[in-house]
Nanobody, 121 residues
Framework: QVQLVESGGGLVQSGGSLSLSCAAS????????MAWFRQAPGKEREFVSS??????????KYADSVKGRFTISRDNSRNTVTLQMSSLKAKGTAVYYC????????????WGQGTQVTVSS
């Protein structure tokens, strides 16, 4: 089992920046996909960004709605994934979740508890 703990959420003004971190512990594997999802009030959870862990040149993906504004990165030594968010918009208000998917599988099997991001307009 993998444990994920998010941190860094909070209140930010529209146009501002915020950085989220996800620390992974437990039975982590060499090659995994780490991702961020978010769920706004009354809406379904949606994909934000992901990064393939365990390779020299990480592969990243972004939702169209955050491309050019969000950057995902990793720190292998600390088993941490960071989501740097800039030019935040009010519609970015949501609970942000970190998720873990072992390589070769199709499901994100471990999830963090979520961290609230509120963007004021």
């Amino acid at each position: 089992q993998v444990q994920l703990v998010e941190s860094g959420g909070g209140l930010v003004q529209s146009g501002g920046s915020l950085s989220l971190s996800c620390a992974a512990s437990g039975r982590t594997q060499p090659f995994v996909v780490m991702a961020w999802f978010r769920q706004a009030p009354g809406k379904e959870r949606e994909f934000v960004s992901s990064i393939l862990w365990g390779v020299v040149s990480p592969s990243t993906k972004y939702a169209d709605s955050v491309k050019g504004r969000f950057t995902i990165s990793r720190d292998n030594s600390r088993n941490t994934v960071t989501l740097q968010m800039s030019s935040l918009k009010a519609k970015g208000t949501a609970v942000y979740y970190c998720a873990h998917r072992p390589a070769g599988t199709s499901d994100f099997s471990s999830w963090g508890q979520g961290t609230q991001v509120t963007v004021s307009s």
